[in-house]
Nanobody, 124 residues
Framework: QVQLVESGGGLVQPGGSLRLACVVS????????IGWFRQAPGKEREAVSC????????AYADAPRGRFTIYGDKAKSTVYLEVKNMKIEDTGLYFC?????????????????WGQGTPVTVSS
């Protein structure tokens, strides 16, 4: 059974940085891409970034481009999301999700496996 577990969230001041981690366990040979999503209070879940295990392709949503960096460590079955120069609007619950295709998608419905999320609060 595939499991995704996020970690690394917390309270950070505006302008600060965080590194989120998504560890994939269980039989996951069919997972070819891992996406990061976030959901702010009262808003819909939105795509942040995606990493393809198969060919190393990276995709970013328009809004976070430039402040977010995604990368994977296959030996550790972990995909990281680094966020720098954080803003108050980055506050939310951050999820990672697995997709059984190497092409990244923004639509959460295209992902079959989800973690429980790690909360991020940006506040002074």
């Amino acid at each position: 059974q595939v499991q995704l577990v996020e970690s690394g969230g917390g309270l950070v001041q505006p302008g600060g940085s965080l590194r989120l981690a998504c560890v994939v366990s269980g039989f996951h040979d069919d997972l070819h891409s891992i996406g990061w999503f976030r959901q702010a209070p009262g808003k819909e879940r939105e795509a942040v970034s995606c990493f393809s295990w198969t060919d190393g392709r990276i995709a970013y949503a328009d809004a976070p481009r430039g402040r977010f960096t995604i990368y994977g460590d296959k030996a550790k079955s972990t995909v990281y999301l680094e966020v720098k120069n954080m803003k108050i609007e980055d506050t939310g619950l951050y999820f990672c999700a697995g997709r059984e295709h190497y092409v990244c998608k923004r639509d959460p419905a295209q992902y079959s496996y989800w973690g429980q999320g790690t909360p991020v609060t940006v506040s002074s």
